[in-house]
């Protein structure tokens, strides 16, 4: 298994094209989900967004893998999962989640939240067996509800069903 750890400020300008690279998966599902899926998702973050994240943690060197957290609603969240195709289905995005969710634990964070869609396998359900449950529209903070605001502004709504998960850290 690759090294997880927090990324370099030299690998913050590696990111945007490996979430690009990441995003090509949902051209792979059949049927194709989300229509139109990846030209029509939000363009990748830049090195310079990445270098404002709160904490974002990379697979190997150079990285093949990275998760982003920020923080809403006082909790971690998950803002952004990417894993190479070349290197997709081999575990290494299961030891991000699971990274990220014991740095959040000893950073003094309750709980992690995220938003993603909910049918897409390696979305959705594979949060669930991470131990992401889903919330319902009305229990969601305000952060966490204005941050879903957004993603509907985006367009992302209207390629499939998004859900914000939340996990209990312990």
């Given at each position: 298994?690759?090294e997880?750890r927090?990324?370099?400020l030299?690998?913050?300008?590696l ?8 995003d090509?998966a949902?051209a792979?599902l059949?049927p194709p ?7 029509d998702?939000p ?17 190997g ?9 920020e923080?809403v609603?006082?909790?971690a ?7 190479s195709?070349?290197h997709?289905r081999?575990?290494?995005g ?5 990274a990220a969710?014991a740095?959040?634990?000893e950073a003094g964070f309750r709980?992690m939240?995220l ?13 669930t067996s ?5 919330l319902?529209d009305r229990?969601?903070a305000p952060?966490?509800?204005?941050l879903?605001r957004e993603e509907?502004?985006l367009?992302l709504d209207a390629?499939?069903?998004?859900v914000?998960?939340?996990?209990e850290l312990?």
């Amino acid at each position: 298994m690759l090294e997880i750890r927090p990324a370099a400020l030299s690998e913050f300008s590696l990111l945007p094209a490996l979430e690009a690279d990441a995003d090509q998966a949902f051209a792979t599902l059949d049927p194709p989900f989300p229509p139109g899926a990846p030209a029509d998702f939000p363009p990748p973050g830049t090195a310079e967004s990445y270098a404002g994240a709160f904490h974002i943690m990379v697979a190997g060197r150079p990285p093949v893998g990275f998760a982003r957290l920020e923080i809403v609603d006082g909790q971690a969240h998950l803002a952004q999962l990417a894993v190479s195709p070349e290197h997709a289905r081999q575990g290494i995005g299961r030891a991000l989640v699971m990274a990220a969710k014991a740095w959040a634990l000893e950073a003094g964070f309750r709980a992690m939240t995220l938003c993603t869609f909910a049918e897409v396998p390696f979305n959705g359900p594979f949060y669930t067996s991470c131990g992401f449950a889903e919330l319902a529209d009305r229990a969601l903070a305000p952060e966490l509800r204005q941050l879903r605001r957004e993603e509907a502004a985006l367009g992302l709504d209207a390629m499939g069903r998004r859900v914000a998960m939340s996990a209990e850290l312990r």
